[in-house]
């Protein structure tokens, strides 16, 4: 319960990486929520509630199919065990009202989920590649952002702690889903109202690699992590 | 088969975090070969062959029991998937010898066994930590280093792609055993005759993080992790 099942690192993201991956019907026999994006990195995914559903920049949105592959995917059997009601949140007070998991499991990963009317919330949906292996960096010059007034809906995600960076992104990782399926991505930032805040402690990562030419194409250096947070 | 299981991580024992721990008996159901360390840091662990062995700086060697808890401990249920027979063999020269993994994998992890007569190997033993959350840089300014001549042993150890680095020690991580049984710790060179090399690529990674209070004291900084070579 609570474990997290990832495929695929976010430095091979950072440099393009984009094929391969996990089938969905693999992820969704294990796990009901989680994030990730699709091969030529064409768009966002986010499941919420066992359902996985796939945003691109062009306004598409769609239901993924059992047999789609995820070159990078991060998705748990999310069991909150913790549930607040707040009259508001905000991305930057979201580390405060996740108390009392900060600071008590500050080195540990958090999966956070939170529904709620959203009074404003901005998001991005990144992507496509226009050339095999063209870097996240250069992707997210071109990505698409959106804002979106009083819309009702979900946010699901991750906290990672600062030491994970590279394979994970270090600090909240969450994507946006409406109520309604009809919008959704990555968050770049939100004010909510009517929130119910649910959260669980994930202490077991299960990490699948790919074992590709593709994937071992050139050697992946660490020093770009550090970018991720502009890129995601 | 070939899959990880690592519980801890390194950053937390740059920060001196050396409690909780998995048990030997877990870690001995699913794996064969393994590294680690004990609580307070005293000395190095080295899984061969589904027996775990226990070197302290005072020279004692001991078999671990069932109940001993590793707060850092990184092992596999090793089947190597390439074996060569080499007249010579150096910690520089290892990369080399490992071809076609490198770089066909060198995004992955590799699992690699070494048995050979050792002309020469340098090996430390670490610790023990003098007070709580003594952090492996200072231990490392007193650790004990061995050199012994002609001896016949086996070293077993990982490679772990630069990304990595914070949660697992990027590059080899190596630790040796003679064929006695009386000698072993972390290696810092050797040079190698007649020798059988195995190596395995390892695409699964299971990780289990403590979710103590004391794995928690502090936020882990990532930074540290540069350093973990000084240490290790």
Known sequence: ?????????????????????????NVL???NHGLGTVCGLNGEIVIVDGEAYHFTPDN???????TDHLPMIVATDFQPTLTKSLETLRMDTLQKALHPFFPTNQNNF???RVDATF??????????QICPREPLLELAKRQVVKTYDNVAG?????????????????????HFLSTDRQA????????????????????HVHLELPASEEFNQELMQPD????????E
Chains 1, 2 share one sequence.
């Open 29 to 31: 026999s294990r796990c």
């Open 119 to 128: 009074k404003k919330i901005v998001y991005r949906i990144g992507g496509p």
């Open 224 to 231: 770009l992590a550090k970018d991720l947070h502009l890129a």
């Open 184 to 203: 959704g991505g990555h968050v770049l930032e939100f004010e909510a109202e009517d929130v119910e805040l649910k959260a669980a402690v994930n202490t």
């Open 60 to 66: 598409q949105i769609h239901r993924l199919t059992p």
């Open 110 to 112: 958090i999966a956070v």
């Open 1 to 25: 319960m609570n474990h997290i099942y990832q495929y695929g690192v976010f430095s091979a993201l950072m440099q393009g990486f984009s094929s391969d991956g996990a089938t969905v019907s």
């Open 154 to 174: 979900t946010l699901f995600g991750f906290y990672s702690p600062p030491y994970t960076n590279g394979i994970c992104v270090a600090g909240f990782h969450l």
